[in-house]
């Protein structure tokens, strides 16, 4: 019996052509969306971009071609996760930590498909899961402490450093802010000296698959 992140995760190879380079997201979605992949008679005719480590051993592992980001051009496609979705289709990202890589990669993808299972549909981000917030371990206290006065509260995720030496911070929004506005969250929280990148995605254009 398929998983229903195993079905909509195949569902997204019908966008993959011959020639692509492809962004790999990371988490247990975009993993099925990368077996399938590897398994698939389109597995040696594409090149790929993975967004994490362990994307990248999986695809490895899977027989993908694998090239960094610096090396391409452009990336056609990009296929990740997400952990919630809203009606704007905006995204909350980096429940895996691998949201800067994942931003990054979306920002130069010219096609965004994102993946998920029903439950991530949510009317206002940060209802269901925290925000993630990626920052350097230097001042990651005094960001904690900035946080809270915004009407966050944050908290350190324990034995975890990103693939890029850093911290993640998992903040839930009070109800004024889960109310606010998003764009100007976001950009509160990406002033703040030694943030790397928030887990909110906004104005990537993703096309959501979901399935129930
Ligand atoms: C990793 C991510 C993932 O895409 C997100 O956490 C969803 O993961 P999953 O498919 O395992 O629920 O942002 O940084």
Do not use: W
Not at 137 to 165: A, H
């Amino acid at each position: 019996m398929e998983n229903p992140k195993e079905i909509v995760a195949k569902s997204a190879l019908r966008y993959i052509t011959s020639g692509d380079v492809v962004g790999l997201g990371t988490g247990t979605t975009a993993s099925e969306f990368i077996k399938a992949l590897g398994a698939s008679p389109l597995s040696k005719e594409v090149t790929c971009v993975p967004t994490s480590l362990e994307t990248e051993s999986l695809a490895k592992r899977v027989g993908l071609n694998l090239v960094s980001l610096n090396s391409v051009e452009r990336i056609d496609i990009t296929v990740d996760g997400a952990d919630e979705v809203d009606n704007n289709k905006n995204l909350l990202k980096g429940g895996g930590g691998a949201l800067t890589r994942e931003k990054i990669v979306a920002h130069y993808s010219k096609r965004y498909v994102i993946v998920i299972t029903e439950e991530k549909l949510v009317e206002n981000l940060g209802s269901r899961m925290p925000i993630p917030i990626e920052v350097l371990p230097f001042s990651y206290v005094q960001i904690i402490r900035e946080l809270n006065q915004m009407g966050l509260s944050c908290q350190l995720r324990k034995n975890f450093t990103t693939d890029n030496g850093n911290y993640i911070i998992d903040c839930k929004p009070n109800q004024k802010v889960l109310k606010g506005s998003l764009q100007d969250l976001n950009k509160a929280i990406k002033l703040l000296p030694g943030v790397v990148e928030t887990g909110i995605f906004i104005n990537f254009n993703p096309e959501i698959l979901y399935h129930k």
